[in-house]
């Protein structure tokens, strides 16, 4: 298990992402909320923000129309 890290105030750094967080990243991304499954992977909203980035993932068309932002 990954050693957690003090950062600023009381949020918590948790490391390395596992390959089950980042298939059920991947599963989840593009129909869901960014902040809901942050809440589900227990990591900070910018944490998944940037890691979807990096693994070019994209919220579905349907789901930013279901937004009023497509």
Not at 12 to 34: V, Y
Not at 36 to 52: F, S
């Amino acid at each position: 298990m990954a050693k957690k890290k003090k950062a600023k105030g009381k949020r918590l750094i948790r490391g390395p992402w596992s390959k089950s967080e980042i298939n059920l990243l991947k599963k989840l991304f593009s129909d869901n909320a960014t902040a809901k499954i942050a809440a589900r992977l227990g990591r900070p909203t910018d944490a998944v923000k940037k890691k979807a980035s990096r693994m070019k993932l994209r919220k579905s068309k349907k789901y930013l129309k279901s937004l009023g932002r497509a």
